[in-house]
């Protein structure tokens, strides 16, 4: 039984919508799409009883709904949180030093800068470098908006990563379905966003994610992204497959290779 395909439109970039729809048209593969209501994270048009495998493809929101659908797989959203990265990936993992605390409790950077990203892959806030001032900003104006619900997600009470500041030379994306790498692509040079096609991959990148997969899995399906550095290669964090930009992927494996992971685990 082949898996159909619910996409929330207006989110992709063009050029992502374009090709992944083209795709799945190609290949007559099922699919609808949806518009997800924001906050209330309702899909319009509901959509009909679907007695097959459902793969979804949009916001976190929208991944969220497909367990709240009892679609299956729908969307694969286990431990996607540092704590339980660290714990089976330790140094392979870029901020493998990082101090983890909440919003509230961490009152700035005292020793020059430092990264700050959330610790779960929830999007509530863009990881992004802090100096004092920048943190005290940012924390007072999430208290400001805490438990108004017309605002971000983002609480107080929500758990970040406090990293020092690496040098990055290159990022890439992984996309790791079954146990195996099945496409990547190239989304930064230095501090430059550049997409490169999977052709363009150096194989040492594909040959660490497929390592770290080896290691250990969080999920099925799952986004890996790579960084280069003075280090060696590292892991700069992982993302739920279902809400992660496509950047220059070849769209026909990854759209294969999910398709047929989920008819075969229905």
Same mark, same amino acid.
């Given at each position: 039984?082949t898996?159909?395909?619910?996409?929330?439109?207006?989110?992709?970039?063009?050029e992502?919508?374009?090709? +992944?729809?083209?795709?799945?048209?190609?290949l007559?593969f &099922? *699919?609808?799409?949806? =518009?997800?209501?924001?906050f209330? @994270?309702?899909?319009?048009p509901?959509?009909? +009883?679907?007695?097959?495998?459902?793969?979804?493809?949009? &916001? *976190?929101?929208?991944a =969220?709904?497909?367990?709240?659908? @009892?679609?299956?797989?729908?969307?694969?959203?286990?431990n996607?949180?540092?704590?339980?990265?660290?714990?089976?990936?330790?140094?392979?993992?870029?901020?493998?030093d990082a101090?983890?605390?909440?919003i509230?409790?961490?009152?700035?950077?005292?020793?020059?800068?430092?990264?700050?990203?959330?610790?779960?892959?929830t999007?509530?806030?863009?990881?992004?470098?802090?100096?004092a001032?920048?943190?005290?900003?940012?924390?007072?104006?999430?208290?400001?908006?805490?438990?108004?619900?017309?605002?971000?997600?983002?609480?107080?009470?929500?758990?970040?990563?406090?990293?020092?500041?690496?040098e990055?030379?290159?990022?890439?994306?992984?996309?790791?379905?079954?146990?195996?790498?099945?496409?990547?692509?190239?989304?930064?040079i230095?501090?430059?966003?550049?997409?490169?096609?999977?052709?363009?991959?150096?194989?040492?990148?594909?040959?660490?994610?497929?390592?770290?997969?080896?290691?250990?899995?969080p999920?099925?399906?799952?986004v890996?992204?790579?960084?280069?550095?003075p280090?060696?290669?590292k892991?700069?964090?992982?993302?739920?497959?279902?809400?992660?930009?496509?950047?220059?992927?070849?769209?026909?494996k990854?759209?294969?290779?999910?398709?047929?992971?989920?008819?075969?685990?229905?």
């Open positions: 039984m898996a159909h395909w619910i996409l929330q439109g207006n989110l992709f970039s063009e992502s919508w374009t090709t +992944l729809v083209s795709t799945l048209e190609r007559n &099922s *699919y609808s799409v949806h =518009r997800c209501i924001p209330v @994270g309702t899909l319009e509901e959509p009909p +009883l679907i007695d097959a495998p459902v793969i979804v493809m949009g &916001s *976190y929101t929208m =969220r709904q497909a367990h709240a659908h @009892g679609w299956r797989p729908g969307a694969w959203l286990d996607l949180d540092f704590y339980t990265q660290r714990e089976h990936w330790g140094d392979l993992m870029l901020n493998a101090e983890c605390t909440t509230d409790a961490f009152t700035g950077p005292t020793k020059g800068p430092r990264f700050i990203r959330p610790v779960h892959d999007k509530s806030f863009t990881g992004a470098v802090f100096d001032q920048g943190w005290r900003e940012f924390r007072e104006g999430v208290r400001r908006v805490a438990g108004d619900p017309s605002e971000p997600t983002v609480t107080p009470s929500d758990e970040i990563m406090v990293c020092s500041i690496k990055i030379w290159s990022e890439t994306r992984t996309w790791i379905v079954d146990g195996r790498v099945v496409t990547a692509s190239g989304y930064k230095g501090t430059i966003k550049r997409s490169t096609s999977p052709l363009q991959v150096d194989g040492a990148i594909t040959e660490f994610a497929q390592a770290c997969a080896d290691r250990w899995q999920n099925a399906a799952f890996l992204d790579v960084a280069d550095t280090a060696g290669l892991i700069v964090e992982i993302n739920n497959i279902n809400a992660s930009g496509f950047y220059r992927c070849d769209m026909q990854l759209v294969v290779a999910l398709t047929n992971l989920a008819s075969n685990a229905h």
